[in-house]
């Protein structure tokens, strides 16, 4: 009797231990395989010192394959990682926002020439990357307006560079 109560402890807290020792699924490479593929060619795109000429379907497969995703991962590795895919669609969207207006700066003819006017939809990346802004003076109205320098766009697509190493870190070492 004495044995039976010593074995139940003992098979009692060899479970109560080592429930807490169960470890997480980790990252299913096979579920993540298309983002990560279009996350490369994302890369090879930056590389190749043409980014703006990316796409757009490549960034909304991406998009779409993360939101799609985000409610199918089953640790928190896969849940980061998603997020990690979906950070990098908006540092991209970011990077084509000031390519698409860097392409239109010929509309105004007071921008000079290597900067990019602010718009106000502009004002949010400008904040978000800490990009530094130069005021101007439209002397015709009297009004104050502000621009980046079109080199602003390597800080954006440092970051998604950035970004997309930290992805290849938890794919492969998760």
């Known amino acids: 009797m004495k044995q039976e109560g010593i074995v ?18 980790g990252i299913d490479k096979g579920k993540l395989s298309e983002l990560n593929r279009t996350a490369q060619e994302l890369k090879a795109a930056i590389a190749s010192g043409k980014p703006c000429d990316m796409q757009d379907s ?29 950070n990098l669609v908006t540092t991209y969207r970011d990077g084509l ?5 860097q ?25 978000k990357y800490g990009l530094p802004t130069e005021r101007h003076l439209y002397k015709p109205t009297g009004q104050y307006w502000r621009s980046i320098s079109a080199d602003s766009i ?20 998760k």
């Open 8 to 25: 139940i402890l003992l098979v009692s807290a060899v479970l109560f231990f080592s429930s807490g020792c169960v470890s997480e699924p």
């Open 58 to 86: 490549m960034l909304q497969g991406l998009d779409s394959g993360a939101a799609a995703l985000k409610n199918k991962a089953v640790s928190k590795e896969e849940h980061d990682l998603i997020a990690a895919y979906s």
């Open 97 to 101: 926002l000031l390519c698409r207006l």
């Open 103 to 127: 392409n239109n700066l010929s509309e105004f003819q007071f921008v000079p020439k290597g900067r990019i006017y602010v718009f106000q939809e502009l004002d949010p990346v400008v904040e």
């Open 154 to 173: 390597k800080v954006i697509w440092e970051s998604a560079q950035s970004q997309i190493k930290n992805i290849e870190i938890m794919i492969n070492y």
